[in-house]
């Protein structure tokens, strides 16, 4: 049987959910919404999950989530470090207080994943449909530098609550050609999308797919991250310190030079996350629904 690999990037310090939304119960017994995600994927063969954290949270995360996967799969803990970079400059590293991003984030799970992998957002419900889809092609798909990637329309992913941040997805034929993170927020009748990297703000629709981070890697992706790191470090510092290291751009980089290739699945399993704690209850509603209808069991790893 094939190893696969789920990576989920739990290391967000939640700023505007107020707390750390990752280890925010969403039922009765205490479970996350990682806990969802880690269910379906062993039941779609993956067997080993790499949960990539701030290291003062590792107590945190073996106590509870870590405590129920026992005997279920094989779990594994990364830390997302500052210093953990390609370019290691004492000066820049004691001037940051925050994580480089989420392509950092996946780069710190190298030591651990030695086989194809997918990434997810720790605070997002994906469903049954979107992890088979990823194992399907993981397994299936014998081409390096070709990816997969999960997208789901603006709808389905926006809260009511305020905005968002999302890859905006330009797909043709099935592949996906442009991803463009963006802060993405309704005024009056339009749906606004921001690039977070100074572009000008478009329009999007209702049924504009948006990447919510979830994606199926072969393991030649960690030589496209270091690269990519290598290149944002060798910026202007005042740049280097203010922004991110963001996925969608690792991706549309390596997209533009055509080095890669990703098809993408869009899928109609129900997503489900929070941006904001008054999302919290409609959660904790969606979820109940989904026990109630038999797509999971009442109590989830009794």
């Avoid at 990576?7 to 750390?20: E, N, P, T, Y």
């Avoid at 067997?47 to 990539?52: A, E, L, M």
């Avoid at 780069?107 to 979107?130: L, T």
């Avoid at 510092?237 to 890669?260: A, M, R, V």
Wanted: net charge negative.
């Amino acid at each position: 049987m094939q190893d696969l690999t789920l990576v989920v990037m739990a290391a967000g310090m939640g700023s505007r959910f107020g707390g750390l939304k990752q280890l925010e119960p969403v039922d009765d017994d205490g479970n996350f919404l990682l806990d969802y995600s880690v269910y379906d994927a062993i039941k779609v063969g993956f067997n080993k999950v790499v949960f990539v954290i701030k290291e003062e949270l590792l107590d945190d995360f073996k106590n509870t989530v870590g405590k129920r996967l026992n005997n279920k799969i094989k779990v594994e803990y990364a830390f997302q470090k500052l210093e953990d970079i390609p370019y290691y400059d004492l000066n820049i590293i004691k001037k940051r207080s925050k994580p480089w991003g989420t392509t950092q984030a996946i780069y710190c799970s190298k030591d651990y994943v030695k086989e194809s992998f997918a990434v997810i957002n720790a605070d997002d419900f994906y469903g049954y449909n979107a992890f088979k889809e990823v194992a399907d092609f993981l397994k299936n798909d014998k081409q390096d530098y070709n990816y997969v990637a999960i997208p789901y329309e603006y709808s389905k992913t926006a809260s009511d609550c305020g905005a968002v941040k999302r890859g905006v997805c330009e797909i043709i034929d099935g592949k996906l050609k442009k991803i463009i993170e963006c802060s993405i927020m309704r005024d009056n009748d339009k749906i606004i999308a921001t690039p977070l990297d100074g572009r000008e703000p478009f329009e999007i629709k209702e049924n504009t797919l948006v990447s919510m981070n979830m994606f199926g890697f072969k393991n030649d992706f960690y030589e496209l991250l270091k690269k990519d790191m290598e290149n944002y470090f060798k910026q202007d510092k005042k740049i280097i310190l203010s922004n991110e290291i963001l996925l969608p751009d690792c991706l549309e980089n390596n997209l533009e030079n055509g080095k890669i290739e990703i098809v993408c699945k869009p899928v109609s399993s129900e997503w489900i996350g929070m941006t904001y704690k008054e999302d919290l209850p409609i959660v904790n509603k969606k979820i109940l629904k989904l026990k109630e209808e038999g797509s999971y069991p009442k109590h989830l790893w009794k």
